[in-house]
Nanobody, 115 residues
Framework: QVQLVESGGGLVQPGGSLRLSCAASGSIFSMYVMGWYRQAPGKQRELVAVVSTGGITNYADSVKGRFTISRDAARNTVYLQMNSLKPEDTAVYYC?????????WGQGTQVTVSS
């Protein structure tokens, strides 16, 4: 089993920044994709940014140039640096790890962008 522990959500004003962290533990294979999805009220869960063990990243168009995903391989931890936040970024952000054809999810952390 894999456990994902998220941290770093909160309330921020438009234009502000937040950094999310997600640490994975348990039976982690050497190759995986890890990253962040988000779900706003009344909307489907959507990809925000992911990174593979090979260092390949993928971002949603809506966050390109504002968000940066990074990975600490030794700690099996990914970070999402979110800059220039907008009200439409408000959502519950979920950490995800995909490996060996299985999805693992964190409990979610709320990000609210509001003045």
């Amino acid at each position: 089993q894999v456990q994902l522990v998220e941290s770093g959500g909160g309330l921020v004003q438009p234009g502000g920044s937040l950094r999310l962290s997600c640490a994975a533990s348990g039976s982690i294979f050497s190759m995986y994709v890890m990253g962040w999805y988000r779900q706003a009220p009344g909307k489907q869960r959507e990809l925000v940014a992911v990174v593979s063990t090979g260092g390949i990243t993928n971002y949603a168009d809506s966050v390109k140039g504002r968000f940066t995903i990074s990975r600490d391989a030794a700690r099996n931890t990914v970070y999402l640096q979110m800059n220039s936040l907008k009200p439409e970024d408000t959502a519950v952000y979920y950490c995800n790890l995909f490996s060996s054809r299985r999805d693992y999810w964190g409990q979610g952390t709320q990000v609210t962008v509001s003045s």
